[in-house]
């Protein structure tokens, strides 16, 4: 399956010039071919190409299915941009082909990066979703920093990943709930204050692996583990 999104509410639209071009130039389909679509929401329309033109094609849906998610939980991963975008770039990818809902960039006190291009980004879930089949595109929050998102209430079962040195649980030995939050610091790592600011919010230390990781591969490391035991 070749799948396409749109954010069109009509039964009649017209694809953009990106799109016209990959399914006529590309993909070589024709007039009354299929071209399928998601929403991102959760939604399969199924459509037949009305008018095939390289840089307007337009469709008809011509049926329409409620897909479920490919995944049992609500999994919200809040991480800190790194200093090469490239890597929080991967992580999306990764994180959207394995199987997350939620991202929240976090700003902290040892955070080398403190901007990124939400747009682009965003670009980067769609591509993803689209290229690993999925139905449903991960919400991208704005950047916020760590003292103000750990303010906020969550009634999920929240988890904070740090390398200092204290009691901490395995991921991957827990019991996974329905919602789920962890937090991954940034190259630095959290600070002390931040550490204790989430554990006084009900966070609880975990670790993901024997070795010190990246940001972006604990980011990988968490989704992974989650999936893997939902699934097991």
Request: charged content about 35%.
């Amino acid at each position: 399956m070749q799948l396409f999104y749109t954010e069109s509410k009509e039964n009649c639209f017209t694809l953009n010039r990106d799109e016209s071009k990959h399914a006529i130039k590309v993909l070589r389909k024709k007039e009354k071919d299929i071209l399928n679509f998601t929403n991102g929401e959760g939604s399969l329309l199924i459509t037949e190409i009305l008018i095939a033109d390289i840089k307007k094609t337009k469709v008809q849906v011509i049926k329409k299915e409620n897909k479920l998610k490919k995944h049992k939980y609500y999994l919200h991963i809040a991480i800190a941009p790194t200093k090469k975008i490239d890597r929080f770039e991967w992580f999306l990818e990764k994180a959207c082909e394995i199987g997350i809902d939620e991202i929240t960039p976090i700003i902290c006190s040892n955070s080398e990066r403190k901007i990124i291009k939400k747009e682009r980004c965003e670009r980067i879930l769609l591509s993803a979703m689209k290229q690993s089949l999925k139905f449903h595109k991960p919400k991208l929050n704005q950047a916020i920093f760590i003292t103000e998102f750990l303010r906020k209430k969550d009634d999920s079962a929240k988890y904070i990943a740090h390398c200092k040195e204290g009691k901490k649980i395995k991921l991957k030995n827990q019991k996974i709930d329905s919602k789920n939050l962890i937090l991954i610091g940034p190259e630095g790592d959290f600070s002390k204050g931040e550490i204790k600011l989430a554990m006084k919010n009900k966070f609880k230390a975990i670790s993901l692996s024997n070795s010190r990781l990246r940001t972006e591969t604990a980011g990988i490391v968490a989704v992974n583990t989650i999936n893997y035991i939902s699934n097991d």
